[in-house]
Each structure stands twice: as C-alpha cells, then as structure tokens.
C-alpha cells in the first residue's frame, strides 16, 4: 500500500519547541573536536594562506574524506580565522538546521517531539553532532532527502541533487537512499521517458560530477587518500567482516539506542507496507552491511547515526499514533530512563578497548572539549598541540608521526610530515598495512620504505634516494601527478596509467605487508636437525610470527614433503610460483612439543604446474616457531 502524501507544514507545539531547546543544549554540552577533524582543518589552514586544497604544500592529496563539509568549515575559518570555536559552531548550526528540518517535515506535532525525543537518547548522534566530522551535515541532506522523498511532489532533480550533495559530504553515504531514488528514477521513466529522465539525473548529479572530474585532474585520483590507504590493507576479508561485526557490537552495548531505532524503523516500514518506507529502510539495512564489510571504524558510533537518523526520519513521517505531542513526550522520558541516558553513563576513562574502538569524545574530553574552555585555556590544550607549535618555532623541515592532526595543523604548512598510517601519505597509502596480529581499524601502520622519509620532501625530479628501485620508479610516476605541472600531457597520461593499475607491478606487497619474513634457501633449509631437538637448536631455523619464504628449485613438481617442525605449533603452507598463490596446506599442531617431522601432501596445482618457493604462516602453539628441515619426494 503507497503511502499517503505527508504533511509538510507541520506547526510544532510548544511541547516539540522545548524537545529541540533540550535536544540543542545536550548537544552543546557535549561538544567537542576530533583529532581526525584537524587533518582536514590543516588542509583548510593551507588552502586559505593560498598554498592550495594540500596536506603537506609540496604535493596535492586529497586528505580529507568530505569535500562538501571541507568547504563549510572553510567558509567559516575564511571569517573567523579560529578552527577550535568555529568548528563546534558550524556543527551546532548545522545539527541546529537537520533537527529543524526534522520538525518541518515530521508527520504531526507529537511525531516531531517523538523523534526529537529519540535524538536526545543516543549517545552517538549527540556525540557527532559537532567534532568536527561530516555528521551534522550528512543528517542534513537526509532529511532533506526523505522529506521529498516521502512527500512525492519534488523532481527527480532535486532529489538527485540532495543525494549528490550528500556522496560529496560522503560517498558512502549514498547507500542509505541509493534505493529509494532508484525508485524515483523508475517512475520518472515511465511517465516522462529515458532522455527527460537522463537529464533530470545529470542535473541533480553535476555537482558530484563536477567534484569527481576536479578530483581526478587536480588530486590524479577520483577517491579520497584515506580511503586507498583504509581499503589497500592486504587484510584477510573475513578478518576485516569480523572486526565490523564487533564494531556493530560494541555500538550496540554502547549506545543500545542507535541500533533500536534503526531496527525499529526498519520493522514499522515492513509491517505498514508502505512502499517509499521501505525502500529508505532498504537503504538502511544496506548501509549498515557496508560499515560491516569494511571493519566499522575506531570510534564509536560514528558510522551508525547515519541509519541512525534515517530511522528516526521514518517514525517521524510514519503512521504511527503519535499525534499527541504530550503522549509523545510520556512514552519517550520513561523510555530514556529505561535505556540510561548516556549523559548518566558518559564514559570519563582515557582508554581503547579490547577491540580497538574506542569513546573517542571521552578520550579527549580533557583537551578538546568545550566544557574544558576558559578564557586562560587556550583550546585544543593537548600535548600534541604543543609537539606541532614546537616543530614551527624550532622550523622543523620533516617529521614522521602517527597522529597528524592536531599536531600537523599547529606545526602549520613549513613542515613536511609523513603519516606512518598513511591517511596523508600518497606513497605509503598505496602499500599494505604491515603485519599485525592486534591491528586495529583505521589505524594501518606501514612500513616506511628505506630512504624514502628523506626523499618525499625532495623537488621534484631530484634523485630518487630509496633502496628498492622498482619503488623508485613507481614514486616517480605517482609524484608526476601529484607535484608535476598540472596541464602537463605527460602528467594526465600517467594519471591514467596509475588509475588503471598500470604500474601496480612495481609494488612488491609482500615485501612491505611483512618486512620481518624471513627468507631461507633450499640449502639452508635442507640441512637436517635431530629429532626431538630443542625448538631453538642449533641449525634450526627461527620463524617470526610473519612467517618464512622458502625459495626451492624453479619448477619443482615434488609430490609430498616431509618437513621438521616445533611440534605443539600449527603451521600453514602456502605453495607459489612467483607471487602466485598455487595451493596450501595446513598442519595442524602435534600433542607434544620439541622438534618433530610431519608429512604433507603437496597441492595437486602446485604439483602439476611446478613451484619455486613456499612461505611458512606459524599460528597457535606458544610462539615459539621453527623449522629444522625439509624432503622432498617425487
């Protein structure tokens, strides 16, 4: 059943009035900035003293995530010339603006103090309502969206429009109403035809259109830095799913509120079998599997007000029987004190947990939060604040680090700094995360190739300083699109050669996703050892937890192996030729420990085809792992 039209003049009670009063003021008390948001405010510091939309002023990369709030906060800091103060208004305005928004296109009074109601329950939404995140800004555009989305009277330009604006304040956030204006696009083309319909998608879309195209000619890429240096981990899918699924859960003990409401919003469009409902909370269910697949995130809650709010965007235009705005506001307190409001849970602990994700506004509460400010406290007030001041006044020319933000924005534009997690970094975001058992999601450290710290600060077209010369070679390409002459011929013909993947072959993966391998010859691995040695004797050869390559005869067709192991670890075979990857094998761990022969078929691929090497993956057992030696057997 489609669903009715919405009212879309709704004048609020006062009772809806005072629900946004409060809503507002929670909002302000918890406001607060991020580390992350300063690694866009840097590139705003610069753009605005004229060096350029840059990080480090000597390469043109894209280092922020959101182009569209990038340019709202640069409006601001163009006027104000403050970030700390002017970051928090620009998101209080904007929160200011969605919830407003909210109101106007809610259903009836009580379904707008209903929903008020709920954004005052949720720790996350109340959290990233400042920051200095995309957040505010997002909730915006969704409102905005659903609003005439549900009411059926706008264009399908302007919906295109509200959903381009909303992938250019973040891409991925086009999932949550890629399927309702799917919807729209249908039904424009069967009442108006495909070229009427071509064209009212290609207007709404300019503005993302017009991005991308300046995206690819002035960064050389169409996508963000952070996202080739998040999604280029090397990781194992089924590890980075599984870390998603935590971060869902973790949310979930958290802040139970932004996961019920999306759930319950998801239910009422199900059971009222309205259509355009349905298909926003399509949106929201794919969404939510997006942030899963790609391991969630270190913040908490951060990637969930988004369904978060497309759900209370759905109660507040829904059929439900909330027309009471008095009604409204008597299921919705005892329901908060049922839930613990998160005010009465906030977490003051400086600390990550076991997982990874963290209550970032409580890790920064002290330094970056507004409740700290005083007119003798000069805000952010945290140490790396003062690591980046001292690196101006000693005029420091290079520094390496792993939290750049704050630090990089007050180190201000004079300093060349390379991001070891490669956020900021165009080399090291385009190398796999180097080899971690407890890594942690969005904080993928890498390897800094030999001498490329120096070298990375260098002019362009000075000599490449770095041992591994096929890397050489690919730095050379990608700093001809990043630092070349923009109109150059040359630079645009490598810009699409890298995009292309063309000289992705240059990069040896293996090589910097696990730089403590080790690497043995045949010989050196043949040597015998005597059984039930220890796992550390003499001639045994010690395996880091990175493992070990093996290189054996070129075309070696040996059917089985027998290999000598430290007997309680398990070991996985992995058998190439190359790079590639011909088959593996597992032995699991024996009863006892001490040195121990095993014997193991060889994959029939490996077998048939020939391979040169194998590597040895260690797991279990007591980390303590080696091989005494090999046989192979024809």
Same mark, same amino acid.
């Given at each position: 059943?489609?669903?009715?039209?919405?009212? /879309?003049?709704?004048?609020?009670?006062?009772?809806?009035?005072?629900?946004?009063?409060?809503?507002?003021?929670?909002?302000?008390?918890?406001?607060?900035?991020?580390?992350?948001?300063?690694?866009?405010?840097?590139?705003?510091?610069?753009?605005?003293?004229?060096?350029?939309?840059?990080?480090?002023?000597?390469?043109?990369?894209? /280092?922020?995530?959101?182009?569209?709030?990038?340019?709202?906060?640069?409006?601001?800091?163009?006027?104000?010339? @403050?970030?700390?103060?002017?970051?928090?208004?620009?998101?209080?305005?904007?929160?200011?603006?969605?919830?407003?928004?909210?109101?106007? +296109?809610?259903? !009836?009074?009580?379904?707008?103090?209903?929903?008020?109601?709920?954004?005052?329950?949720?720790?996350?939404?109340?959290? +990233?309502?400042?920051?200095?995140? @995309?957040?505010?800004?997002?909730?915006?555009?969704?409102?905005?969206?659903?609003?005439?989305?549900?009411?059926?009277?706008?264009?399908?330009?302007?919906?295109?429009?509200?959903?381009?604006?909303?992938?250019?304040?973040?891409?991925?956030?086009?999932?949550?109403?890629?399927?309702?204006?799917?919807?729209?696009?249908?039904?424009?083309?069967?009442?108006?035809?495909?070229?009427? !319909?071509?064209?009212?998608?290609?207007?709404?879309?300019?503005?993302?259109?017009?991005?991308?195209?300046?995206?690819? +000619?002035?960064?050389?890429?169409?996508?963000?830095?952070?996202?080739?240096?998040?999604?280029?981990?090397?990781? &194992?899918?089924?590890?980075?799913?599984?870390?998603?699924?935590?971060?869902?859960?973790? !949310?979930?003990?958290?802040?139970?509120?932004?996961?019920?409401?999306?759930?319950?919003? $998801?239910?009422?469009?199900?059971?009222?079998?309205?259509?355009?409902?349905?298909?926003?909370?399509?949106?929201?269910?794919?969404?939510?599997?997006?942030?899963?697949?790609?391991?969630?995130?270190? *913040?908490?809650?951060?990637?969930?007000?988004? &369904?978060?709010?497309?759900?209370?965007?759905?109660?507040?235009? /829904?059929?439900?029987?909330?027309?009471?705005?008095?009604?409204?506001?008597?299921?919705?307190? &005892?329901?908060? +004190?049922?839930?613990?409001? &998160?005010?009465?849970? @906030?977490?003051?602990?400086?600390?990550?947990?076991?997982?990874?994700?963290?209550?970032?506004?409580? $890790?920064?509460?002290?330094?970056?939060?507004?409740?700290?400010?005083?007119?003798?406290?000069?805000?952010?007030?945290?140490?790396?604040?003062?690591?980046?001041?001292?690196?101006?006044?000693?005029?420091?020319?290079?520094?390496?680090?792993?939290?750049?933000?704050?630090?990089?924005?007050?180190?201000?534009?004079?300093?060349?700094?390379?991001?070891?997690?490669?956020?900021?970094?165009?080399?090291?975001?385009?190398?796999?995360?180097?080899?971690?058992?407890?890594?942690?999601?969005?904080?993928?450290?890498?390897?800094?190739?030999?001498?490329?710290?120096?070298?990375?600060?260098? %002019?362009?077209?000075?000599?490449?300083?770095?041992?591994?010369?096929?890397?050489? %070679?690919?730095?050379?390409?990608?700093?001809?699109?990043? /630092?070349?002459?923009?109109?150059?011929?040359?630079?645009?013909?490598?810009? $699409?050669?890298?995009?292309?993947?063309?000289?992705?072959?240059?990069?040896?993966?293996?090589?910097? #996703?696990?730089?403590?391998?080790?690497?043995?010859?045949?010989?050196?691995?043949?040597?015998?050892?005597?059984?039930?040695?220890?796992?550390?004797?003499?001639?045994?050869?010690?395996?880091?937890? %990175?493992?070990?390559?093996?290189?054996?005869?070129?075309?070696?067709?040996?059917?089985? *192996? %027998?290999?000598?192991?430290?007997?309680?670890?398990?070991?996985?075979?992995?058998?190439?030729?190359?790079?590639?990857?011909?088959?593996?094998?597992?032995?699991?761990?024996?009863?006892?420990?001490?040195?121990?022969?095993?014997?193991?078929?060889?994959?029939?691929?490996?077998?048939?085809?020939?391979?040169?090497?194998?590597?040895? #993956?260690?797991?279990?057992?007591?980390?303590?792992?080696?091989?005494?030696?090999?046989?192979?057997?024809?």
């Amino acid at each position: 059943m489609e669903q009715p039209q919405v009212v /879309s003049a709704v004048r609020p009670k006062w009772l809806a009035i005072g629900a946004v009063v409060v809503l507002l003021g929670l909002a302000l008390r918890v406001s607060w900035v991020t580390e992350d948001a300063y690694i866009t405010l840097r590139t705003v510091d610069n753009w605005i003293h004229g060096y350029g939309l840059r990080w480090n002023i000597n390469e043109r990369v894209q /280092s922020y995530t959101h182009p569209l709030w990038m340019l709202l906060l640069s409006a601001g800091y163009l006027v104000t010339r @403050e970030a700390f103060y002017t970051t928090i208004a620009i998101g209080m305005l904007t929160t200011t603006a969605a919830v407003l928004t909210l109101v106007h +296109f809610a259903r !009836t009074a009580g379904h707008a103090v209903a929903a008020v109601v709920l954004l005052t329950l949720s720790h996350g939404f109340l959290d +990233f309502s400042t920051s200095g995140l @995309e957040n505010p800004l997002s909730h915006l555009l969704l409102i905005v969206f659903v609003g005439l989305y549900a009411a059926r009277e706008a264009p399908l330009w302007k919906l295109a429009l509200t959903a381009a604006l909303l992938a250019c304040n973040r891409i991925d956030a086009i999932l949550v109403v890629a399927p309702a204006l799917a919807h729209a696009s249908w039904l424009e083309l069967e009442a108006v035809g495909p070229k009427p !319909t071509l064209r009212s998608l290609a207007l709404g879309f300019s503005p993302l259109i017009a991005w991308e195209l300046f995206s690819i +000619f002035y960064y050389g890429f169409p996508f963000p830095n952070t996202a080739y240096a998040k999604l280029n981990t090397g990781l &194992p899918r089924i590890e980075v799913i599984a870390q998603g699924l935590v971060y869902w859960s973790n !949310t979930l003990s958290w802040d139970l509120v932004l996961h019920l409401v999306a759930l319950a919003a $998801v239910a009422v469009a199900l059971v009222q079998r309205q259509r355009r409902n349905m298909l926003l909370a399509l949106g929201i269910v794919l969404y939510t599997l997006y942030v899963i697949n790609i391991g969630g995130d270190f *913040m908490q809650g951060r990637f969930f007000t988004i &369904p978060f709010f497309t759900g209370v965007c759905l109660i507040a235009i /829904s059929e439900l029987p909330l027309e009471d705005p008095l009604r409204a506001l008597m299921v919705g307190l &005892p329901l908060g +004190f049922l839930l613990v409001h &998160p005010l009465a849970q @906030e977490k003051l602990q400086h600390g990550y947990l076991v997982s990874g994700v963290a209550d970032e506004r409580a $890790v920064y509460r002290d330094d970056m939060s507004l409740v700290m400010s005083s007119r003798t406290r000069a805000l952010p007030s945290h140490g790396w604040a003062r690591e980046g001041l001292g690196l101006q006044a000693r005029e420091e020319k290079l520094y390496l680090h792993q939290n750049v933000g704050v630090m990089g924005f007050f180190a201000g534009p004079t300093v060349h700094i390379v991001d070891a997690l490669a956020l900021t970094d165009p080399l090291l975001a385009r190398l796999p995360m180097r080899h971690q058992d407890d890594w942690r999601v969005g904080h993928y450290l890498r390897k800094i190739p030999s001498g490329y710290l120096e070298y990375s600060n260098q %002019e362009l077209g000075a000599p490449c300083t770095m041992r591994d010369k096929r890397l050489c %070679e690919y730095y050379g390409h990608l700093r001809e699109v990043i /630092s070349g002459p923009l109109f150059s011929f040359s630079r645009l013909r490598t810009l $699409v050669a890298l995009n292309l993947g063309m000289y992705d072959s240059l990069i040896d993966r293996e090589k910097y #996703r696990l730089p403590a391998q080790r690497q043995a010859s045949f010989e050196e691995a043949s040597e015998p050892v005597k059984e039930l040695s220890q796992w550390d004797a003499t001639g045994t050869l010690v395996i880091a937890k %990175e493992g070990m390559r093996v290189d054996v005869p070129k075309g070696t067709h040996a059917r089985s *192996m %027998e290999l000598c192991f430290d007997g309680n670890d398990g070991y996985v075979l992995e058998f190439r030729s190359g790079n590639k990857v011909l088959g593996t094998v597992d032995s699991t761990a024996l009863e006892a420990g001490l040195m121990r022969t095993r014997r193991i078929e060889i994959p029939e691929a490996a077998h048939s085809g020939g391979f040169d090497n194998f590597v040895v #993956r260690p797991y279990g057992g007591d980390n303590m792992y080696s091989l005494g030696y090999l046989r192979l057997h024809d």
